[in-house]
Each structure stands twice: as structure tokens, then as C-alpha cells.
């Protein structure tokens, strides 16, 4: 922030361009893409011994973190002015939940088509949504939305190998 407040706007020009570089990239990739059938990364396990594909794996990791770490400070901000959490107890939550998340994607992800609503007959797949009431008990609040959404309880009470034949669950 300290930056912001010396240079202003000027700081503005470094975003630009590196926005202009990364849509060069992310065209030429696409491109490789389409004429070859394959992606850049396996493109270059092909094409390159294994220490130039180490070299290039240890700086998409770097890269991975230097564009997460905002990220998770934003988050830790927004959890600090809404709801007074440390900073450093906000990285850890932020940090958790993505964990979190990231293990709950074996188990797949619950959706449906709405019979009420803005999507109701358009074929739409979506996760259904609503809001937890204070005090209700978070899988009795997904079971009742899932209920007004789609109008029927039995499929998010199926077994998972039900809920598949369902189309409920994909992966």
C-alpha cells in the first residue's frame, strides 16, 4: 500500500503490461493447442531432457505461488475487516479451506437442474445455492435448498452410486 500511496497511477503501467505479455502467451499457447492436439506441458515433455522440464516445472511453481500469494492476503484482509479475524489467522483459514476444498473434489460435485427459477427448463446444470439461516445445521440448510430448488429431496438423500445414475454427480 505504501507503494501506492508514493507512485499513484504510475504503478498502473506494470499491471498493463504484464496483462499484454500474458494474453501473447496464453494466445501462442492456445494456438500450439489447436494445430497440435496437445497442451504446452505435454508438448514439452516430450521435446525436452529431464532437467530443462525440472528447470521449467520449479518455476511454475514459483509462479503458482507468486500469483496465489495475493490471494490468500486479500482473503486474510476481507476476513479482518468483516469479521475481525487476524491477519495471520486469516492466511491459516484461507489456507485451510482451500485444502479443504481441494479434498472434498474426490467425492465430486452436487448439481442440479432447477424446476423453479431462473434456469427452470433451459437444461441448465448448476450447483444449486441459497443461504444457511443462523443457527440451522449446514447439511439440513444444503438438503433444503437443493428441496426449494429442485423440488425433490430423494436425490440428495441417494446413495452416491444412485446420485451418479441421476446425473447429480460429476466429476
Avoid at 499484454?20 to 497440435?36: H, K, R, Y
Avoid at 448448476?126 to 440448510?141: H, L, N, R, S, W
Amino acid at each position: 500500500m505504501q507503494a501506492g500511496a508514493n507512485h499513484g497511477y504510475e504503478l498502473l503501467w506494470i499491471i498493463v503490461i504484464g496483462l499484454v505479455f500474458a494474453l501473447i502467451i496464453q494466445s501462442l499457447a492456445a494456438n500450439l493447442g489447436v494445430s497440435t492436439e496437445k497442451h504446452l506441458a505435454e508438448l514439452c515433455k516430450v521435446e525436452y531432457p529431464k532437467y530443462v522440464k525440472l528447470c521449467l516445472w520449479l518455476l511454475a511453481e514459483v509462479a503458482v505461488i507468486a500469483a496465489d500469494i495475493p490471494e490468500v492476503i486479500g482473503t486474510a484482509f476481507a476476513l479482518n475487516i468483516l469479521f475481525h479475524i487476524s491477519l495471520w489467522i486469516g492466511v491459516l483459514l484461507t489456507g485451510f479451506s482451500t485444502l479443504l476444498l481441494i479434498g472434498l473434489q474426490k467425492y465430486g460435485v452436487l448439481v442440479i437442474q432447477e424446476k423453479s427459477g431462473r434456469f427452470r427448463g433451459t437444461g441448465v446444470w448448476k450447483i444449486p445455492t441459497g443461504v444457511v439461516d443462523e443457527g440451522e445445521d449446514i447439511f439440513k440448510a444444503a438438503m433444503r435448498e437443493v428441496k426449494e430448488e429442485t423440488g425433490d429431496m430423494g436425490h440428495l438423500l441417494a446413495s452416491r452410486r444412485m446420485a451418479r445414475k441421476l446425473s447429480l454427480w460429476f466429476r
